[in-house]
C-alpha cells in the first residue's frame, strides 16, 4: 500500500529491513546498549559488520523514546537511525515513549537532509507491545509529522510478515477516514 500526504510518499509492505535499496536511512529497534540481539537488531547489525558495533558503542547507552544515528557499513543505505522502544507494561507511559521514537527518528533524518526513511514495527516483537497498538501508534505519530518534514520525501513501514502488513494497512485506512 502506497499513499502520499503532503508530497510525502507513505508505504506499507512486508519484507526485510535489511534490504532497503534506494532509502537513506533505516530504523532499528534496538536496545539500550545498541547492541545486536534478536530481531530487527540483530538482523541490522549482522548485516551492517562490525563496524557499526563500533560506532555505536559510544553512543550507549539510551534511553526509551531516544534515538541516535550512525553510519550503515555494509547495508545499502547510508544511515541506521537506532531508537529504543519502550517495553511493553513496563515503559510507561509506553504511547508516549513509542511516539517519541518515530519523531525522533524522523528529527534526526530531517537534521541529516534524508530523503528518505525505512521504520520496522518499533517494540512490536521482542518488547511485547500489541501489534494494533504499536501500528495505531506509529502510523498516526508519522502522519501528523509529516507536515513539519522538508527534506523527506519517502516513509516506508517494513513489516516481519503479511499479518503485520495487513494490520498497519487497516490502521492507515483508518486513520484516513
Given at each position: 500500500?502506497?499513499?502520499?500526504?503532503?508530497?510525502?510518499?507513505?508505504?506499507?509492505?512486508?519484507?526485510?529491513?535489511?534490504?532497503?535499496?534506494?532509502?537513506?536511512a533505516?530504523?532499528?529497534?534496538?536496545?539500550?546498549?545498541?547492541?545486536?540481539?534478536?530481531?530487527?537488531?540483530?538482523?541490522i547489525h549482522s548485516?551492517?559488520?562490525?563496524?557499526l558495533?563500533?560506532?555505536?558503542?559510544?553512543?550507549a547507552?539510551i534511553k526509551?523514546?531516544?534515538?541516535v544515528?550512525?553510519?550503515?557499513?555494509?547495508?545499502?543505505n547510508?544511515?541506521?537511525i537506532?531508537c529504543?522502544?519502550?517495553?511493553?507494561?513496563?515503559?510507561?507511559p509506553?504511547?508516549?515513549?513509542?511516539?517519541?521514537?518515530?519523531?525522533?527518528?524522523?528529527r534526526?533524518?530531517?537534521?541529516n537532509?534524508?530523503?528518505?526513511?525505512?521504520?520496522?514495527?518499533?517494540?512490536a516483537g521482542?518488547?511485547?507491545?500489541?501489534?494494533?497498538?504499536?501500528?495505531?501508534?506509529?502510523?498516526?505519530?508519522?502522519?501528523?509529522?509529516i507536515p513539519?518534514?522538508?527534506?523527506?520525501?519517502?516513509i516506508?513501514?517494513v513489516?516481519?510478515?503479511?499479518?503485520?502488513?495487513k494490520?498497519?494497512?487497516?490502521?492507515?485506512?483508518?486513520?484516513?477516514?
Amino acid at each position: 500500500m502506497k499513499i502520499s500526504i503532503c508530497g510525502v510518499n507513505l508505504e506499507i509492505l512486508s519484507g526485510d529491513i535489511v534490504e532497503q535499496q534506494g532509502f537513506d536511512a533505516v530504523v532499528n529497534a534496538a536496545n539500550a546498549e545498541l547492541r545486536s540481539g534478536g530481531g530487527v537488531a540483530g538482523a541490522i547489525h549482522s548485516a551492517a559488520g562490525p563496524e557499526l558495533w563500533k560506532e555505536c558503542k559510544s553512543m550507549a547507552p539510551i534511553k526509551p523514546g531516544e534515538a541516535v544515528i550512525t553510519k550503515a557499513y555494509e547495508l545499502p543505505n547510508k544511515h541506521v537511525i537506532h531508537c529504543l522502544g519502550p517495553i511493553y507494561g513496563v515503559d510507561e507511559p509506553a504511547s508516549e515513549l513509542l511516539a517519541r521514537c518515530y519523531i525522533n527518528a524522523l528529527r534526526l533524518a530531517e537534521e541529516n537532509s534524508l530523503h528518505s526513511i525505512a521504520f520496522p514495527a518499533i517494540s512490536a516483537g521482542a518488547f511485547g507491545y500489541p501489534l494494533r497498538e504499536a501500528a495505531s501508534v506509529a502510523i498516526k505519530t508519522v502522519i501528523g509529522e509529516i507536515p513539519k518534514l522538508n527534506s523527506i520525501k519517502d516513509i516506508r513501514f517494513v513489516l516481519f510478515d503479511d499479518t503485520a502488513r495487513k494490520v498497519f494497512e487497516e490502521v492507515l485506512e483508518e486513520s484516513l477516514f
